[in-house]
């Protein structure tokens, strides 16, 4: 589930004061200069020691830099550009079979050892209603190690203006193309996280990810109508190289319709097709509904792949955690358990993956440190796994975790959080080209759109960014009013192709939200363009007063 | 840090006023203490509390703003965060939307504090968790909710003699109850100032009763029914419908407010003239901030829909010189009227239709149309002849909160309502719509 803190920043605009969301505000050259490695240490010994002697079995100590930069643009003005840091330390212990968490903004030996005894003080008080203790699955310690995002420029020291000039010139192109209005933003994220536990682990970390969306807005007063077309690219977890696309990161979609990305991305020249296609779409033909083949570009996939199969295999969900807030999931353990449940058709397999370089959940060690891997989560069309934390580990009969623990902050706890899921690409040579040739009805779907799904991830509805309509095997017309209908288990079994490794690209998801209090976190998806049969699709146009 | 009364945040304000160099300083200092209880399989998963206050301060040259915070109240804190923000400033490009600091402003304070919800402790949260899991069990049923409760205060300021301070506290509680094997789901949500009007034991017992009733759900055909809607189920719909009420969004064709051939629909009847939709700071049973801190402009009561016309639209600063118009603070609550009945006698004078409990994943599909997409959700069930007759599985609906506001049968009684993704404080009240547009079937329980 997308939440909407992010928006915060961009409301504060027409100088009126600016709330940051993630932290404090700070200078951008102060960003470059890390905590101690040492100085860290020292803090988790000191919770560490404190969690024992007060009678913890185990203790865990996050110690967290968070630093970010939001540019907010607006047609051809900069509304906002704001730099924020957050510091701090998050205690987490078992005590009497209990957790407790207990977090502190003191950096200080006293200050963290007084958060480990408070830690410890409301795990003996939730053990009183607690019905098992907690079991964690074991983890070797690592001693000490580090881990960081590879990138080759640094975000933090490009130059504001270089950035601000870059959100302008993507707007002006988007203007000079056919857009009325454009906005346009660009987030960036440093986390660095210092982890250390009781089982002997010292893990330094420095995650480094963007993303820069965009929306063009193309206004006819004369019909009194509007329409949108958002950016095309991904969030990523890589340095500002991102930006510099050469002509191997771009290509031609399916019958040549737009140009699409891969490694790298081209923000001004999407953004002058952004203000191009919101134009046309003022005149594009509306659909007419009934079921139709749907092929499905990884940047629209993605999200569809992330409220489907992402957040229905989180093993908290399924065991009822999340029961009051995100939901359960359909995909329960007596469905995993048959080894038969088929959740998609036999082309389909999903892999869990915290390794992949780019992806936004890639990281060296979760929130509990725990190295990060990759496995199968359905393969041929069945479910096999889930994503599972220490302590659930035993639930599914894994005999370790699976590195699914992540906290969005310092003060936050940690908790059950997805890592990369992802379609694996089909085996035999099929260009998205190729995979229309085959289709007599068919829509082709580009960019992420509306999204809403139930309680238990089965019945949705997506829209998208682009729609082209494919009569015999060609692609025709673009159109609009578009959106898709289905539930899970029909729509991966109703898929009949898949493009091949060559075609196999990542989108993201930068504010997913789950927890409450609510946390978010970001994960990306990848696949290939992607074939379903006979989907049903409604026609989304509505007349009001 | 402790939480500053009315003349310690005055000292800290004129202190970080005095040492900007800037052209103008505007300052802001939020303090809360928030506690807060989750539990699920009945058993406490996660105990919090959290205590912070910031301080942001803004300072701008010429048209060139910079913003920075912190949460340190030493006098060398402040100075750093000033220089911050003057440092920023200065990389800052000039906005030529740049509006400057406003003048003097009258905050007429509103009740908005309560020492009951300001003396809630752990324990307090931690029986709230208790009757509510003890009551779940007691029928054979699994509860997951959360407990949460904020005491704090608000302060902003700025080089041109504004001054604003107020105290605040809340509470919320949400709790699902469902049957052991899945086949059953009951929910209900409360929202106060004060905590002398929550009850966590008669919450719970809602949403046991809906859980227990809404077991063997039947299947209706999707389609148009008359609806009785819960305030929770409206909550969100009604709420999002509001971003498109930006005058300047309107004035520029963006919204569903815009005028065909330019300029926007300010005066023009638009919903069933049973819609009565207003802001009010004071109101006693959703008091908010007597100010809208991102602008420091105090709020008005202000009719937003009256008789079903559009009687007013958000302006920022900006677009309100722009076009002539007067900004005020930006709403921070939404009350609705409506009539004396309550959701039972709603569905006692209802021949057929579906009585929903709650809504869920709610996204915007067009915004031309205002159409929304979403699900019901924890108690979905089939009326007939006054009576709850069986629960029905969970529908899928496409609907525009302009259409359901024209297609009104009866209102009901108001009741306070917080939001989850709506940045509203509401008092709403249930609803009888008739021809809701259910598009699709969810098997989800």
Redesign the interface.
């Known amino acids: 589930m997308e939440r909407r803190s992010f928006l915060k920043v961009g409301a504060a605009a027409g100088g009126s004061l600016l709330i940051p969301v993630f932290g404090n505000a700070i200078a951008a050259e102060e960003l470059l200069n890390p905590m101690a490695v040492q100085f860290k240490k020292s803090l988790a010994d000191a919770a560490m020691n404190a969690a024992t002697k007060a009678g913890a079995s185990y203790c865990d100590v996050r110690i967290g830099r968070y630093l970010n930069q939001f540019i907010t643009t607006r047609d051809l003005n900069v509304e906002n550009i704001v730099n924020t840091e957050s510091s701090g330390v998050g205690v987490r212990v078992i005590a009497g079979g209990a957790y407790g968490f207990c977090s502190t903004n003191v950096m200080t030996l006293d200050s963290v050892a007084e958060a480990a005894r408070q830690a410890v003080a409301i795990a003996r008080a939730n053990a009183k209603l607690q019905s098992e203790p907690v079991q964690l699955a074991p983890v070797k310690g690592v001693g000490d190690v580090a881990w960081a995002t590879p990138f080759k420029k640094d975000w933090r020291t490009v130059p504001i203006k270089e950035k601000a000039e870059m959100l302008i010139a993507a707007n002006k192109a988007g203007m000079d193309a056919g857009a009325n209005f454009m906005q346009s933003m660009l987030f960036q994220v440093n986390q660095q996280k210092y982890f250390a536990s009781t089982d002997g682990s010292y893990i330094d970390q420095d995650m480094h990810r963007l993303w820069s969306p965009l929306t063009a807005t193309a206004v006819d007063k004369a019909t009194n109508r509007f329409r949108t077309r958002d950016g095309l690219s991904s969030p990523v977890s890589m340095g500002y190289e991102f930006f510099d696309a050469k002509p191997e990161n771009k290509f031609k979609a399916a019958g040549g319709v737009t140009t699409l990305y891969k490694g790298a991305y081209d923000l001004i020249e999407d953004a002058r097709a952004a203000g191009r296609q919101a134009r046309e779409k003022l005149t594009a033909k509306s659909v007419e509904p009934g079921k139709y083949d749907l092929v499905l570009s990884p940047e629209h996939l993605f999200l569809t792949i992330h409220e489907s199969v992402g957040h229905a295999t989180e093993l908290d969900r399924v065991l009822g955690y999340e029961a009051n807030y995100a939901g359960t999931s359909f995909a329960t353990l007596d469905k995993w358990q048959s080894k038969k449940f088929k959740y998609g058709s036999e082309r389909v397999n999903f892999v869990a993956d915290r390794t992949t370089s780019g992806s936004l959940a890639c990281v060296g060690y979760d929130d509990e440190g725990v190295p990060a891997k990759r496995w199968d989560i359905i393969k041929d069309g069945i479910l096999v796994n889930y994503q599972a934390t220490r302590d659930q580990a035993h639930v599914i009969g894994e005999k370790e975790s699976q590195g699914c623990s992540y906290a969005d902050s310092w003060s936050s706890v940690q908790f059950q959080r997805m890592p990369n899921v992802s379609l694996q690409a089909g085996k035999k040579p099929l260009t998205p080209d190729d995979m229309i040739k085959d289709v007599k009805k068919g829509i082709y779907i580009l960019g992420r759109g509306s999204f809403s799904i139930d309680q238990q991830r089965y019945n949705f509805q997506f829209g998208g960014q682009l729609y082209f309509e494919i009569k015999n095997g060609k692609i025709t017309n673009p159109l609009e009013d578009v959106a898709y209908q289905s539930n899970t288990q029909e729509f991966w079994n109703a898929c009949s192709a898949l493009c091949d490794e060559r075609d196999w690209r990542m989108g993201g998801s930068f504010f997913d939200g789950k927890g409450q209090p609510s946390q978010v976190s970001c994960v990306s998806h990848g696949s290939p363009t992607t074939r379903f049969n006979g989907i049903n699709v409604i026609n989304t146009a509505r007349k009001i007063g | 840090m402790k939480m500053l009364n009315q003349e310690e945040a005055k000292r800290v304000c004129d202190k970080v006023m005095a040492l900007s160099k800037a052209d103008e300083c505007?300052v802001?200092i939020?303090g809360n203490r928030?506690g807060?209880i989750?539990?699920?399989?009945?058993?406490?998963?996660?105990?919090?509390?959290?205590e912070?206050t910031?301080l942001?301060v803004?300072v701008?040259f010429g048209k060139r703003?910079g913003?920075?915070?912190?949460?340190e109240f030493d006098d060398k804190s402040l100075e750093k965060a000033v220089r911050?923000?003057e440092?920023?400033a200065r990389?800052?490009?000039e906005?030529?939307?740049?509006?400057?600091?406003i003048k003097t402003q009258l905050y007429k304070g509103s009740n908005t504090y309560s020492a009951a919800t300001a003396a809630i402790d752990?324990e307090y949260r931690?029986e709230v968790?208790?009757q509510s899991?003890n009551s779940a069990r007691k029928k054979g049923l699994?509860a997951?909710?959360?407990f949460?409760d904020s005491t704090g205060f608000e302060t902003?300021a700025n080089s041109n003699g504004v001054f604003g301070y107020q105290t605040l506290t809340n509470l919320g509680f949400?709790?699902?109850t469902?049957t052991e094997d899945?086949r059953g789901?009951g929910?209900v949500t409360r929202s106060a100032n004060d905590a002398a009007k929550f009850d966590a034991r008669e919450a719970s017992d809602v949403a046991i009763e809906k859980a227990l009733k809404s077991v063997d759900a039947k299947a209706l055909e999707p389609g148009r029914y008359t609806v009785i809607l819960e305030p929770a189920a409206t909550s969100e719909i009604i709420g999002r419908m509001f971003g498109a009420f930006d005058a300047r969004q309107a004035d520029?064709?963006?919204s569903?407010l815009?005028?065909?051939?330019?300029g926007n629909r300010l005066g023009e009847k638009?919903f069933d003239e049973q819609v009565n939709l207003w802001a009010d700071p004071w109101n006693t049973d959703v008091p908010v901030l007597a100010w809208d801190?991102?602008?420091?402009l105090a709020r008005e009561r202000t009719d937003v829909i009256k008789g079903g016309k559009i009687e007013s639209l958000d302006y920022?600063?900006?677009?309100a010189q722009k076009q002539d118009k007067r900004a005020f603070g930006r709403h921070g609550n939404m009350i609705m009227s409506g009539g004396g009945k309550s959701t039972e006698e709603l569905i006692a004078s209802t021949k057929k239709g579906v009585l929903v409990t709650r809504t869920?994943?709610?996204?915007?599909?067009?915004?031309?149309?205002?159409?929304l997409?979403?699900?019901t959700?924890d108690g979905t069930f089939y009326i007939e002849n006054g009576k709850i007759k069986h629960p029905i599985k969970?529908f899928?609906f496409?609907e525009?909160p302009?259409?359901m506001l024209?297609n009104i049968d009866e209102l009901g009684k108001p009741v306070v309502i917080g939001g989850d993704?709506v940045r509203f404080q509401m008092m709403i009240p249930p609803m009888k719509v008739r021809d809701f547009n259910f598009?699709?079937?969810?098997?989800?329980?």
Request: aromatic share 8%; hydrophobic share 35%.
């Open positions: 505007r802001q939020s928030r807060n989750r539990y699920a399989r009945n058993s406490v998963s996660t105990a919090g509390l959290v912070n910031q942001t803004s701008a703003q913003t920075a915070s912190v949460n911050r923000a440092e920023v990389l800052a490009p906005n030529p939307e740049f509006v400057p600091a752990p931690a968790a208790a899991i699994v997951a909710g959360f949460s902003v949400t709790v699902t469902r899945g789901s929910w520029e064709g963006r569903f815009s005028k065909k051939g330019g638009l801190n991102a602008s420091m920022t600063q900006y677009w869920w994943y709610i996204r915007m599909v067009d915004p031309q149309s205002l159409l997409t979403g699900l959700r969970n899928r496409n525009s302009v259409t024209n993704e598009t699709s079937l969810s098997d989800a329980v």
